[in-house]
Structure formats: structure tokens, C-alpha cells
């Protein structure tokens, strides 16, 4: 019988029936609390294409230890996936490359954009408002900008989320001047590449948006007392 206060062997089966339970956990991280449970092993969210077909076999485009598609301290499935270039040659993602980096996952703050090619072999970091978390790439149909939501990481916790833009010309990434005091959310390119759609929340409804993705002018779509939280152009 398994007992703490036992005999010799008693004490050993129950010992070894708590670690087969992962009692005690050992960990050397510094953000082990989990929602509901302890977190002591890191986890990474990888990023896999396959070819649509039956039979066919997903390749990884994060063979490192890094995780893409979620900002920092964003939960697994927050609104952060990739997003396909409109000629299908590279995937535009955020987190962080591996290479150059000498920070432990858990201090990290803030991501990088991130574009891969389809096949994996290119990937490079595009350094962006630094100091901003990004999240949610969406690439417009033309696919010469990529528009983003961001956030300062000075204020994290009550910063409101805007929307930061990259062109292909390599002009200098900025924030989009809406000048609204909500935050942004659900990003959709217009079809004409000059506008973009997003919803904000507004004293407890959901606003459907557009604006120029030159000047940052925006008006509103929806009625107010109207919940548009998805939507399609």
C-alpha cells in the first residue's frame, strides 16, 4: 500500500505513483502559471503548409523553437493567424525568428512581421514599430501592403489596438491615423486596395469601419445597438 508514512517500500510507491502523476514538476521558467494549472514546460506554435490533396503531407515552416502566429502573451488561437500573399508565394505571420536571438522566450515583449516563402526556404524578419506588439496580417488584393494591428507595449494591458501598414516598396511601416479612440479588430482589405474595413467596440456595441489606408479617414457602416463582430467583403 502507497502511504507517505509508511515503510521503506511504501514511501517509494508512493513517490513514484505522485511523479507518475507529474508531481513534483520541475521548471526553470519564469511564466510557469498557466489559466487553470501549472505551465513548467514552454510551448511553441508552429506553422505547417500542405498541399490540398488527399494524401498529402504537411511541411513545417518553423523548425526552430519559435512560436508564429500569436503575439506575446496571447493565448493559442488569438487573433493572430497567417496570411497568404495574393500571387501564393509567401506567408506573411507574426512572432519571433530564432536567429539573432539571445533572450529567453518568456522575457520576450514584443514580435517581429514576419513573410515566408510557400516553400519555406526564405524568412525574413521585418522589423517594425519597434516597441509595438503586431498581430492579425491581412495583405491587400494587390499585394503590395500589408496591414496589421498593433499595439504599444508601454502601455500593455489598457493600450488600445491600431492599425500599423507595410508596403512592399520598403517605405517606412507606420500607424494608420484613424483617429478613433477604440480599438481595432477584424481587419479586412477593401477590394480596391485603398480601403481598409475593421470593427471597433463603441459603449458596448460592435462598429463596422472603413477607412483609407492613405489618409486614415473613416466612417461608419453600422447602425448603433448593432453587434458586427463578423463580417466578409
Known sequence: LARADGDLAARREWLGRNEA?????????????????????????????????????????????????????????????????????????????????????????????????????????????????KSAPVVSPDGRTVAFLTSEIAKEGYAQAGIGLWSVDRAAAGLLDTKLDRSAGHLRWGRDSATLWFTAPSQGDFTLYRASAKTGSTEAFSARHTGMTAYDI
Do not use: M
Not at 498529402?56 to 503575439?71: I, N, Q, V, Y
Not at 501564393?88 to 520576450?108: A, N
Open 21 to 133: 502523476d507529474g508531481n513534483p514538476r520541475i521548471t526553470t521558467r519564469l511564466n510557469f502559471l498557466g489559466e487553470g494549472d501549472l505551465e513548467p514546460h514552454p510551448k511553441f506554435s508552429n506553422l505547417y503548409v500542405v498541399e490540398a490533396r488527399e494524401g498529402a503531407t504537411p511541411r513545417a515552416l518553423a523548425p526552430d523553437f519559435e512560436s508564429l502566429g500569436r503575439a506575446p502573451g496571447g493565448p493559442p488561437g488569438a487573433e493572430s493567424g497567417p496570411a497568404w500573399s495574393s500571387d501564393g508565394k509567401w506567408i506573411f505571420v507574426t512572432g519571433r525568428l530564432t536567429s539573432g536571438q539571445s533572450e529567453h522566450p518568456d522575457r520576450l515583449q514584443t514580435n517581429d512581421l514576419i513573410r515566408i516563402s510557400a516553400d519555406g526556404t526564405q524568412r525574413q524578419s521585418l522589423r517594425v514599430l519597434p516597441g509595438h506588439t
